[in-house]
């Protein structure tokens, strides 16, 4: 039988490593592009991060349509029923960054009449969607979806809603679970 101490040092010695791979994960995930980008622009690159985080995740595919709002949802779902388990399974803040930018840049492409507007003065990382004086933060409904499993059922904004009211919420319980059992 090992020595308790060596148990124990190696147990920190994973924990550390864990939280030194999530740290340089989200930081990978807000890195948004140099400062002469546009805004457009950073939040495109951070969609096509939330493209691949889906396919290689989740062995999901997004492609920009109303349609692959569903495929969100039923990640986010799924980073909820993590976070229910245990809140240090999920990055929150990262999830909500990346899929709230892919469902900004969704709606940006299907409707151009929405601007990109800065929530705050110091964070290029937080903007809402203005369309016809409606503001719209996809950020934020990712984060509540992900940490409190959203309201309404989760249900997609009813601003979103709007654009395609035939879009069914997802059923994440079998694409989810096919795509865990792909990874083992």
């Not at 388990?85 to 803040?93: E, F, I, K, T």
């Not at 009211?165 to 795509?179: C, I």
Request: aromatic share 8%.
């Amino acid at each position: 039988m090992l020595p308790l101490s060596l148990v124990v040092a190696v147990s920190i010695f994973f924990v550390g490593v864990a939280w030194l791979h999530m740290r340089s994960r989200r930081k990978s995930a807000l890195r948004l592009a140099s400062a002469n980008v546009s805004m457009e622009e950073k939040i495109a690159t951070t969609a096509l991060k939330a493209v691949d985080r889906a396919r290689s995740e989740y062995g999901l595919s997004l492609d920009f349509s109303m349609q692959s709002m569903a495929t969100v949802e039923g990640i986010l779902s799924h980073a909820f029923q993590l976070y229910r388990v245990n809140p240090r399974l999920v990055d929150s803040h990262s999830t909500a960054v990346l899929f709230g930018a892919y469902v900004a840049e969704t709606l940006r492409r299907i409707d151009p009449r929405y601007a990109f507007v800065l929530r705050g003065e110091s964070s290029d990382e937080f903007f809402v969607l203005q369309r016809d004086g409606v503001s719209i933060d996809p950020v934020q409904w990712c984060l509540r979806c992900t940490t409190t499993g959203g309201d309404d059922t989760q249900s997609l904004p009813n601003e979103i809603q709007s654009l395609k009211p035939e879009l069914k919420p997802a059923r994440p319980a079998k694409a989810m679970g096919a795509a865990a059992g792909r990874r083992n």
